[in-house]
């Protein structure tokens, strides 16, 4: 609408590059930090790439704090731990290497050291004021954009619910380091899944009714590094090449989709995850083609956009012609990556689908996803997908 007004903010500062985690001395340096928390993913604590990283650490001269005792979907319990740990060894800097879940931790554990309380009392948008520990993360998945995003999400299992703590200014970190050395030991399937999180967040940022000609040109470059890197990345993430763009793809993403909302394949991945016990990729992966299919008539001129950025010959042909090529393309990246088509093969049950129905309109997606949606529309989609 002309008499809307759109906004872009960014707060991190992003080294980019193959032995980027070296910048850790100069950051650490110029901070002049002397005591860090640092959350870690445990599968790497044995890993080439932190064996590396600890000892630049230990010729920085910085006393760490390391919690690695993570799960995926963190609790508020896990939470609870880390923040015990920080707070007893007088951290004043936080370090993240791990995914998503690593990276939220690391989050909740700063704001919590910064404003008190418990995390529920953050829960929503913007209700904390004190700017948290400043974080730095290394990203070991190309997927969530967790270090860039202004969202983190830590699971109450008491409610059995995720809890969206919002803040476009301060949930980024302070500085973000991709260096493509730490994904070589990612499994292909998590590499799959983490990637298609990443092209969804970038299809749906760039299809929001809040996209905005910033966030559009970003989106179409995450695109079009994820759509043209995912299948190397995933069959060799030995290619540092495809690595370095799929954390780049994965970050420009990140950046856009708290700023513009997401749509109706991350509103089901929601449920679809808590439900059938999913990886949070893995659910948006599996609901992306039949959600595309859906949406493209709300916005068929982005979708042919989006045929162009997965490299399909979408110029000069009518624009619903084109729209369908974006469709075409997205299932058969799905394919390509072994994406299981239905919710079935994942173990699905349909009797809960009214309620994930009654839940994804509760949710309030509507404000976002480009075709306005009904209790209706979203059961028909789960039962397609199914």
Same mark, same amino acid.
């Given at each position: 609408?002309? /008499? ?12 980019? @590059?193959?032995? %980027? ?6 950051? =650490? ?10 959350? !870690?993913?445990?599968? !790497? ?10 000892? !630049? ?33 007088? %951290? $004043? ?8 879940? $690593? =990276? ?65 200014? +301060?949930?980024?970190?302070?500085? %973000? ?10 499994? *292909? ?20 009714? !809040?996209?905005?000609?910033? $966030?559009? *040109?970003?989106? =179409? ?17 030995? /290619? ?15 950046? #856009?989709?708290?700023? #513009? ?9 929601? +449920?679809? @995850?808590?439900? +059938? ?52 393309? =997205? ?21 809960? +689908? ?18 306005? $949606? ?10 397609? *997908?199914?």
């Amino acid at each position: 609408m002309l /008499n809307d007004i759109s906004s872009f903010f960014c707060p991190t500062r992003l080294y980019m @590059g193959v032995g %980027a985690y070296v910048q850790l001395a100069d950051v =650490i340096r110029v901070s002049g930090c002397k005591r860090m928390f640092v959350a !870690l993913d445990a599968a !790497l604590l044995e890993s080439e790439f932190y064996t590396r990283v600890r000892k !630049l650490l230990e010729g920085s001269g910085v006393a760490i704090q390391l919690f690695s005792d993570i799960e995926p979907d963190p609790s508020v319990a896990t939470v609870e731990k880390a923040f015990n740990a920080c707070k007893s060894h007088e %951290a $004043t800097m936080s370090l993240a290497i791990g995914g998503g879940s $690593t =990276i939220d931790v690391a989050k909740a554990v700063g704001i919590l050291s910064t404003n008190g309380g418990r995390i529920h009392d953050y829960e929503g948008i913007e209700k904390y004021s004190k700017p948290p520990l400043p974080l730095i993360v290394l990203p070991t998945t190309a997927g969530t954009g967790s270090e860039v995003s202004g969202s983190c999400v830590i699971t109450d299992t008491e409610k059995n619910l995720k809890m969206s703590i919002r803040h476009a200014a +301060f949930n980024p970190a302070s500085i %973000a380091i991709l260096d493509p050395l730490a994904l070589r030991t990612v499994p *292909a399937h998590v590499a799959a899944h983490s990637g298609m999180d990443a092209f969804v967040h970038a299809f749906e940022s760039f299809l929001s009714r !809040l996209a905005n000609p910033v $966030t559009d *040109a970003i989106n =179409i470059r995450a695109l079009e590094l994820i759509a043209a890197n995912i299948r190397q990345f995933v069959a060799n993430r030995e /290619n540092l090449q495809a690595a370095l763009n799929m954390l780049c793809g994965s970050a420009l993403a990140g950046i #856009t989709f708290g700023q #513009t909302g997401l749509g109706n394949v991350h509103c089901m991945a929601r +449920f679809v @995850g808590a439900y +059938f016990h999913l990886s949070h990729g893995l659910s948006n992966a599996i609901c992306l083609p039949q959600v595309a299919r859906f949406n493209m008539i709300a916005n068929p001129a982005k979708y042919a956009r989006v045929a162009c950025a997965m490299g399909r010959p979408a110029h000069g042909i009518p624009q619903l012609d084109a729209a369908a090529m974006a469709i075409e393309a =997205i299932d058969s990246l799905c394919r390509d990556l072994g994406i299981p088509s239905r919710l079935r093969d994942v173990g699905a049950e349909p009797e809960v +689908f009214d309620e994930m129905a009654e839940l994804c309109i509760k949710a309030g997606y509507n404000r976002w996803n480009p075709r306005h $949606t009904t209790t209706k529309d979203f059961r028909s989609l789960l039962d397609h *997908a199914y």
